[in-house]
């Protein structure tokens, strides 16, 4: 697919390869909010359009050691702040497998580029769903890792407490492979496992969209897993708590730019940062004390399954440009909120097409801290049992 139809990529990179490793003859793409030296990364805002790394984040320094070659910076929502990619300085980015729906965000680039064959793996970075909601959207895999597991040097901020940054491939094996070399670590790959236990929290999945639910449904009878119903006190509220700790966050952050040349940041991207103005300390201390005790009841659940699912999404894909931004934004991240405070991995798999538009449908599954390889197992067992990672934009030809 030419990639001026969705727009994905920002720049265009050509680095020499470095011989053999793990990750050899993998085009790999990376969020602009991810340090590249050599060029500008941008975070598709306009302050950033001439900034120039020094050097590459550790990120992209561990991938391309391993011999991954990097040929593009990848688009996203403005200093990664929302969810629809439609408020970037380069242009909104739309989904390949219909280019009048958005991609997911923030990291929508990054969907958008491995689901159109543009990379084989991207680098997205996840506070509150920006890997799960574009793997989800565009019908590939995404790893929102174990929070601390990989480097955060050289990735742009949005709130250090729940930042993450994690690869999105069209299949778990190569994001398996790409989490080993991001983590450092040496073990072996995980052998795909079907889970015996999965847990169902009710509380998500009162509200979701009929089609979905049809096919998270079928996905689970695949598993063919004892479920579990799983409640989960106050996760309903998690959405506020992040909202809490990011709005906040990004008002300090962006604190001389809204001072200074608030014209500058795209519209959207100018309500969100300033509705952290009016958040005090007292009021981020205390979402901060709501998220450890919400983390303690999640690690409470994971105890008696061996991991537990939910879809990614609630609803069928989104048109691009909608008419309310803030609303859209909040009911595609109702489900996604409640894992960015658990400290632990979750892996956004595709599982099916909606019934209505024939659109990707995903489920997120959420595993004990440290428990990759629990997901992976599970993610890998399940692509070995179906062919929906194997399915193409219809006008990707590769």
Not at 130 to 157: E, H, K, Q, Y
Not at 266 to 287: K, N, Q, Y
Request: one cysteine or more; a negative charge.
């Amino acid at each position: 697919m030419d990639d001026a139809r969705t727009n994905s990529v920002i720049r265009r990179v050509d680095r020499p390869v470095v011989p053999g490793g793990t990750l050899s003859g993998i085009r790999l793409g990376v969020k602009d909010n991810i340090d590249v030296a050599g060029g500008p990364t941008t975070c598709a805002s306009a302050f950033f359009a001439d900034r120039v790394p020094g050097a590459d984040a550790e990120v992209v320094q561990r991938l391309t050691a391993a011999g991954a070659q990097l040929v593009a910076t990848l688009n996203l929502s403005e200093f990664a702040v929302g969810v629809t990619n439609q408020n970037s300085a380069a242009g909104p980015c739309r989904n390949p497998w219909d280019l009048d729906r958005m991609p997911g965000g923030s990291s929508g680039g990054s969907g958008a580029a491995v689901a159109a064959g543009v990379v084989d793996l991207a680098l997205g970075t996840d506070t509150g769903g920006s890997i799960r909601l574009p793997a989800s959207a565009c019908g590939v895999v995404g790893l929102r890792p174990t929070i601390g597991s990989i480097p955060t040097d050289g990735v742009f901020p949005v709130c250090d407490d729940v930042d993450t940054v994690g690869p999105l491939a069209r299949d778990v094996a190569l994001v398996a492979r790409a989490q080993r070399v991001l983590t450092g670590s040496t073990a072996a790959l995980p052998a795909p496992a079907v889970p015996r236990r999965i847990g169902l929290p009710v509380q998500l999945l009162t509200d979701v969209d009929p089609g979905v639910r049809a096919v998270v449904d079928a996905a689970v009878a695949v598993f063919g897993a004892e479920v579990v119903p799983i409640e989960v006190e106050g996760l309903l509220d998690a959405q506020d708590i992040v909202y809490t700790l990011v709005y906040a966050d990004l008002a300090r952050i962006h604190a001389d730019r809204l001072a200074t040349e608030p014209e500058r940041f795209h519209p959207d991207t100018l309500v969100r940062v300033g509705l952290g103005r009016g958040i005090t300390a007292d009021e981020r201390a205390t979402a901060v004390l709501a998220r450890q005790a919400l983390q303690d009841r999640i690690s409470a659940a994971l105890d008696g399954v061996d991991l537990l699912l939910t879809p990614t999404m609630p609803v069928d894909v989104p048109r691009a440009d909608p008419d309310d931004v803030l609303r859209v934004s909040r009911r595609l991240g109702q489900l996604t909120y409640p894992w960015s405070l658990h400290a632990g991995p979750t892996l956004a798999l595709p599982v099916g097409r909606h019934p209505q538009s024939g659109l990707p449908v995903g489920v997120q599954l959420t595993a004990p801290v440290d428990a990759e390889d629990v997901l992976l197992a599970a993610g890998l067992w399940f692509q070995e049992q179906t062919a929906w990672h194997t399915a193409r934009p219809p006008a990707v030809s590769r």
